[in-house]
């Protein structure tokens, strides 16, 4: 077996991850600013009409921001996970 060794450069790695990540991330965030856009209608209409049903119109759409929102969040602590793991390789 030949021993190559690998280098791995910081730049490169997050350059891979935002390239790799980009269709995903765009997705969650126009999921969320839909939904939010959806949440902020139905609150206008809420104080508007006085009607209290569509407080239970509220729920799928704070589901959904509340659930791209946690798809975001792990797409960024896998990056920083391997930010960590490179970190500490080079210590």
């Known amino acids: ?9 910081l730049k490169d790695a997050i350059t891979f991850l935002l390239k790799n990540f ?12 839909a939904s939010i856009i959806l949440l902020g209608i139905l609150i206008y209409q809420l104080f508007q009409k006085q009607d209290y049903l569509n407080i239970l119109a ?12 946690i798809r975001i969040l792990k797409m960024w602590t896998d990056c ?12």
């Open 22 to 33: 980009r269709f995903e991330r765009y997705l969650y965030l126009t999921i969320t600013l």
């Open 80 to 91: 920083i996970e391997v930010l960590k793991i490179y970190i500490s390789k080079n210590q």
């Open 1 to 9: 077996m030949s021993d190559q060794s690998t280098t791995f450069d």
């Open 58 to 69: 509220m729920l799928a759409p704070t589901g959904v921001i509340s659930f791209s929102l």
